[in-house]
């Protein structure tokens, strides 16, 4: 079993519906739970992080983890053209310096 | 202010040959982290520099790569003896750091497009 599973999509939905996408973890040490945006042909920029778990809003972005079935949520409210990109969940033990990733999913808008 | 920065944005090279990846963080980054992008795939780690710590090279795949950082500066990877399953882009990325207040926040240069023919 990997240490952090995503699926890869693509996910279509059409402009102004609600995104869900979603990772799912093993290691129970996990502590930081992070999504990183990448646009094509560019780097990962980190969207949102939250510590152990619960909800954190951040305009239309909201990140959940539920660390008791190991699963963690971005929702998207909104969600607009631009916003089509991969996004990568990924997450560290409290301190550690290695941050494990998902193989992102990718997401399109339809306008 | 700058971001990191990595040269050269595109490099093809030939099956055999060796190739220097470079990497400027950004400035007072302590830390350090290289990864491997297939296509299609997600992150895979390299190496990761922490100030004057030895490296974790747990991720390099093979003795073919290499990766060395001067104090809290530029990194340059290295590969040797190309192969075709090299082929990948390479992203850096820097990090404030612990004392910096947090190794999550990773900031990601925009990577080397490496094709081996």
Redesign the interface.
Request: glycine fraction near 12%; proline fraction near 8%; charged fraction near 35%.
């Given at each position: 079993q990997k240490e952090v599973e995503?699926d890869?999509g693509p996910l279509s939905v059409p402009e102004g519906a609600i995104v869900s996408l979603n990772c799912t973890y093993s290691n129970s040490a996990f502590q930081?739970f992070?999504w990183y945006r990448q646009y094509s042909?560019?780097?990962?920029?980190?969207l949102m992080?939250t510590y152990s778990s619960g909800n954190k809003e951040d305009g239309r972005f909201t990140a959940q983890v539920d660390k008791s079935s190991k699963y963690i949520s971005l929702f998207i409210r909104d969600s607009q053209p631009s916003d089509s990109a991969t996004y990568?969940c990924?997450m560290?033990v409290y301190?550690?310096?290695?941050?494990?990733?998902?193989?992102?999913t990718r997401l399109h808008i339809l306008p | 202010g700058a971001g990191v920065s990595q040269s050269p944005s595109n490099k093809v090279t030939e099956k055999g040959k060796d190739v220097e990846l470079r990497c400027d963080p950004i400035s007072g980054h302590t830390a350090l982290y290289w990864y491997r992008q297939r296509l299609g795939q997600g992150l895979e780690f390299l190496i990761y520099f922490q100030g004057n710590s030895a490296p974790d090279k747990s991720g390099l795949p093979s003795d073919r790569f290499s990766a060395e950082r001067t104090g809290e500066s530029v990194s340059t990877l290295t590969i040797q003896r190309t192969q075709q399953e090299d082929s990948a882009v390479y992203l850096c990325a820097s990090s404030p750091g612990l004392a910096g207040g947090g190794l999550y926040e990773q900031y990601f240069g925009p990577g080397t497009r490496l094709t081996v023919t």
């Open positions: 995503q890869p930081y992070m042909r560019k780097g990962p920029e980190l992080y990568l990924a560290s301190r550690d310096d290695k941050i494990i990733f998902g193989k992102g | -």
